[in-house]
């Protein structure tokens, strides 16, 4: 029986083989976080807000391009229509913001004993700007959130995300070639990942080979996440506690992607370790008509929630489901991808949000079918201006999933 490159090979052989692609990427340019500043003034006019606070995450980064995790220490940035970027931080880690700001504004600081929120209200008295309505983005502490709320009474406070989602779900040529990057280096990992495949192997010793393969490919960092599931396991979309090992004929469910320059790959691979058995193919074949409808369905200025509609569809015809019931799909059929693994758009029943030029999103309309396995295909998809085009190569088929 031909092994359609699954199994055969070792660890150490194919990371020896392995060298980074070839690329002139860069990260994301001055000029273009400038232009990300400009698009949200504009929709704050719009809309008549006073101000938007962005805290430390991604976030900040998309809009000022300032890598800070967020912590109980308040730091972050008021975004003014006039394009004006005021950050807040302590006063001991002024120097350190200094060095990762991409766009100029002021820093305002606040020692560890001062409030946070009256600077930020100070900050705001300073621009004349002492009512109306100002938004808070969706990833806010709540502790922040309380804590501006016990020092403001004139100002409405809301939350940002419809503004912020507006800007970060259409992607730019340059962060499209990102993503397309690091799709293509998972995509290679996922098919040495296969190829290092034998009986008793643990989930364990293939995740650590995810992440060294990974780093041979040129991401210092390795993996960004992973999920490597056998057998029964498969039918759990995020894992199980005590993973099993490898044995023959199983399902296997590999999901894992890395992260360059901020943008994060996401790509999962379900395919036989041996023979698969009717119903195995049977799914199998199913999910893959389902990817294909999904993607079909993805014409511009259609809903995110008509595309999700149109998996259950297909889903429904072959006696699955319906809605999420098992065995069938138990979730979306699909997020977007970009900075965060999961953002906006979500492909789930009933969003509104219409398909744009650049939006990326995730295509993965898993089938769970309990106590026996899970099928999960997983690409991502993104908007051109004449339609929908894949980042990645579909798998063809259950046993040779890379068409080798």
Known sequence: M?????????AENELEAMNPLESN??????EEYKQRIYKVCQLMKADDIK??????????????GTHWPSSERLVGAIILPNEEVHYIAPNFEIGTIQDFLEIEGTIHSWEEHESPYQLILKVLADNAIFEGEIQLDETTPFSIVNG????????????????????????????????????????????ATARILRV????????????????KMGV????????????????FPHGVKNPKNLAINDIVLVDTGCQLYDYISDITRTYIFGEADELQRKIWNIEKEIQLAVFNASVLNTTCGAIDDASRVVLEANSLGPDYKLPGLPHRTGHGIGLDIHEYPYIVRG?????????????EPMICVPNKFGIRLEDHIYMAAEGPKWFTELAHTIENPFNL
């Open 51 to 64: 101000a938007i606070y962005v805290n430390a995450g991604t976030n900040l980064l998309y809009f000022t």
């Open 220 to 235: 210092s960092s390795g993996s960004y996440f992973c999920i490597v599931l056998f057998g029964v396991d498969s039918s």
């Open 148 to 191: 501006l709320n016990k020092e403001v009474h004139s100002f409405l406070i809301a939350v940002a995300a419809p503004i912020i989602s507006k800007c970060r779900m259409v992607k730019s040529n340059a962060e499209i070639a990102i993503i397309q990057h690091v799709m293509d280096i998972t995509m290679v990992v996922q098919k």
């Open 25 to 30: 990427l860069k990260p994301i340019q001055q």
């Open 2 to 10: 031909k092994n359609f490159g699954i199994g055969g090979a070792t």
């Open 200 to 215: 008793g192997i643990s989930a364990k010793e293939v995740e650590n080979f995810i992440h060294e393969a990974h780093k």
């Open 351 to 363: 969003d509104n949000t219409k398909l744009e030029v650049g939006m990326t999103f995730s295509n």
